[in-house]
Antibody, heavy 117, light 111 residues
Framework: QVQLVQSGAEVKKPGASVKVSCKAS????TQWFMHWVRQAPGQGLEWMGIIDPGGSFTSYPQKFQGRVTMTGDTSTGTVYMEVRSLRSEDTAVYYC??????????WGQGTLVTVSS | DVVMTQSPLSLPVTLGQPASISCRSS???????????LIWSQQRPGQSPRRLIY???DRDSGVPDRFSGSGSGTDFTLKISRVEAEDVGVYYCMQATHWPRTFGRGTRLEI
């Protein structure tokens, strides 16, 4: 069965960087792209971008260009998302989501990133 | 960007009664391949979202048949024929036709 297992919660200071991992299993890793989506406390969902885990393609909305980098490691079946220059507004739960058939078909368990001085 | 507008944002319901959520997009969600990539997802309290419906009306495996999706173009509806206690949570519509991907604000279903 498809599983997306994310890394644990992080606490960071403003200005720092965070790198969240998402290990995929139960399917061919390179077959499907992967999204990252975040959810601020008590808020809705925000799309942060997409990566082709087996290649070099990434796409980010303008809001995150230059501050977010997504990468993939085919040897371990893991995708990563790094967010730099963290600010308090980046406090959120971050999800990896498989872009499977018809999109957004499987979600990771989420990683809480807290930005606080 | 495509704006997804859900209504209502809060939906009090009675167990065993039907419920309906509306989602409207600011642009047609018909893809050049002829499909309409409108998704409904459920987020139970303390859990990750889970996809229920894709391509407007196709139910995911394991989703009870009391959930149904309908609509076309820019107007879509999620219906629950008889609400059960386990249906409590927030329901999101999402569009996967255009870039960037966008989401509705969510509808909180409460008993």
């Amino acid at each position: 069965q498809v599983q997306l297992v994310q890394s644990g919660a992080e606490v960071k200071k403003p200005g720092a960087s965070v790198k969240v991992s998402c290990k995929a299993s139960g399917y061919i890793f390179t077959q499907w792209f992967m999204h990252w989506v975040r959810q601020a406390p008590g808020q809705g969902l925000e799309w942060m971008g997409i990566i082709d885990p087996g290649g070099s393609f990434t796409s980010y909305p303008q809001k995150f260009q230059g501050r977010v980098t997504m990468t993939g490691d085919t040897s371990t079946g893991t995708v990563y998302m790094e967010v730099r220059s963290l600010r308090s507004e980046d406090t959120a739960v971050y999800y990896c989501v498989r872009a499977g058939p018809a999109d957004f078909d499987f979600w990771g368990q989420g990683t809480l990133v807290t930005v606080s001085s | 960007d495509v704006v997804m507008t859900q209504s209502p944002l809060s939906l009090p319901v009675t167990l065993g009664q039907p419920a309906s959520i509306s989602c409207r997009s600011s642009q047609s969600l018909v893809h050049s391949d002829g499909n309409t990539y409108l998704i409904w997802s459920q987020q139970r309290p303390g859990q990750s979202p889970r996809r229920l419906i894709y391509k407007v009306s196709d139910r995911d495996s394991g989703v009870p048949d009391r959930f149904s999706g309908s609509g076309s173009g820019t107007d879509f509806t999620l219906k629950i024929s008889r609400v059960e206690a386990e249906d409590v949570g927030v329901y999101y519509c999402m569009q996967a036709t255009h870039w960037p991907r966008t989401f509705g604000r969510g509808t909180r279903l409460e008993i």
